[in-house]
């Protein structure tokens, strides 16, 4: 079975015998790979809705691995709240979604060692979720699929300082001090803060061409913001205007840094 590149970035973060938990499991395929190629040791797949679960079955079924690979129906992490599990997948779904269901977990941080986590939006959000609530970012993966680059978090319980060793301020003004930039420079200061959120802590271990290719899609976004904002006398589209643009300067800052 081929996985796409998105679903194969996933499998390849997985540790030889883990046991794993896929949440919102679709069609199967991924527990599917990680069994037959002896990847994980288990898998438990899971869906809120029964149909997608029902064909996940089916395609277990034929691959004849029903005793490797379990299937249950249910919301978030509930159907996992029994299990011993050393990673749990949460792909495929929103940034703020994702953070719902982790903070609707009652078991999943005293007992998953792991988690990867591929948001589809709001990925701000989702890493200022996992960084209030303990979480160590491990890695900031980048994968390209079409024309789109999907963002992969590989994350465990950790201390915060690993997930504050990198921070844009410091790449772009080596020696400065980050007190002295916010106080002179209070909106470019700003928008750096959201770039940590927005791009990752990890951004530079991908492969520069990826990272490129990533900035320069979002530097087209805002752009496109302000091009679409530049007519505008409303105080709101204006101060759109304004961020969009300032914060295109800082991507393209960013990507000057490669």
Not at 149 to 159: N, R
Not at 161 to 172: A, G, I, N, S
Not at 185 to 211: C, H, I, S, T
Request: net charge neutral.
């Amino acid at each position: 079975m081929e996985l796409t590149p998105r679903l194969l970035k996933i499998a390849q973060e997985i540790r030889s015998d883990e046991k794993v938990g896929d949440i919102g499991t679709d069609h199967g395929y991924l527990p599917i790979y990680l069994i037959k190629n002896r990847i994980a040791n288990s898998v438990i797949a899971t869906d809120i809705n029964q149909e997608p679960l029902n064909a996940a079955w089916r395609n277990i079924k034929t691959h004849g691995l029903e005793a490797c690979i379990k299937t249950k129906l249910g919301a978030g992490t509930i159907p996992l709240e029994k299990e011993v599990l050393d990673v749990v997948i949460v792909a495929g779904m929103g940034g703020k979604l994702i953070a719902e269901i982790l903070k609707n977990s009652y078991t999943l941080k005293r007992t998953v060692n792991r988690l990867i986590l591929q948001p589809m939006q709001q990925q701000a959000e989702l890493r200022r979720y996992l960084f209030e609530e303990g979480y160590c970012i491990e890695k900031d993966l980048l994968v390209e699929e079409g024309r789109r680059i999907y963002e992969i978090l590989v994350v465990s319980l950790g201390c915060h300082e690993k997930v504050k060793d990198f921070t844009f301020e410091e790449l772009l003004h080596p020696g400065g001090n980050t007190e002295k930039i916010a106080k002179n420079y209070p909106e470019a200061f700003r928008v750096y803060q959201d770039l940590q959120w927005e791009l990752g802590f990890r951004l530079f271990d991908n492969p520069k061409n990826l990272v490129e290719k990533f900035l320069d899609q979002r530097i087209l976004q805002m752009e496109k913001i302000v091009r679409e904002t530049a007519e505008s006398k409303s105080s709101a589209a204006i101060q759109m205007n304004q961020k969009a643009g300032m914060k295109a300067e800082k991507l393209k800052e960013v990507k000057q840094c490669l």
